[in-house]
């Protein structure tokens, strides 16, 4: 077999150093919030307000904001989002085991390229915080032009999202746009 040299290096890889400011991001987002007690206004969304500011703060916009009930409202919400070629989608709630938590299955239909390392991750960090965050059952990827990831519905597991999206999400998007590994 003939040795072919490798067409790049590690050298052609760069990685942002660590605290070094996260660069702007220029594109749509959705936060879509699965709760039927919050789409009720029995129980008060306190995960989107964190994950709007982040998104926002990142450059996204506009970063819109929805609130829905467990079960086919999030499939349509998310399917919604997709076909308007929103760029970033972060559903938070419904990835749980109870019998409404249903997130997940609305998700995966849509879903056309898994990236399940995204949603490892996060249980990763958050396990080390609480044993039930490997429960979670989000699930990451490409939708069309859409990242679409489920992060859970506690303030931690939105925080954990954060942790894990926060360093990626640029390189994420310039991929998606076709570009390199520089």
């Known amino acids: ?39 009720d206004g029995t129980y008060e969304d306190r995960t989107g307000p964190l994950l709007v500011q982040w998104l926002t703060e990142r450059g996204l ?21 997709i076909s308007r070629e929103i760029d970033v989608v972060i559903s938070s709630g419904g990835t749980g085991i109870s019998p409404t938590d249903v997130t997940p299955e609305q998700t ?4 056309e390229r898994e990236m399940p390392g995204v949603l490892e991750a996060v249980r990763r960090i958050g396990s080390e915080k609480s044993p039930a965050a490997v429960l979670s059952r989000g699930l ?27 360093p990626i999400l640029d390189h994420l998007l310039e ?8």
Do not use: W, Y
């Not at 991929?175 to 520089?182: N, P």
């Open 1 to 39: 077999m003939k040795h072919m040299p490798a067409q790049r290096s590690d050298a052609d890889c760069t990685a942002r150093e660590e605290g070094a400011p996260a660069p702007t991001l220029r594109g749509s987002a959705l936060v879509l919030i699965a709760s039927t007690r919050a789409a």
């Open 61 to 81: 916009d506009p970063v819109e904001h929805q609130v829905v009930p467990d079960g086919p409202e999030v499939g349509a919400a998310l399917a919604t989002a």
């Open 140 to 166: 990451a990827g490409m939708a069309g032009r859409s990242f679409v990831v489920n992060l859970p519905g506690s303030r931690g597991g939105v925080k954990d999202g954060i942790t894990v999206l926060d």
């Open 175 to 182: 991929q998606r746009d076709g570009g390199g590994h520089e």
């Open 108 to 111: 995966a239909p849509l879903i």
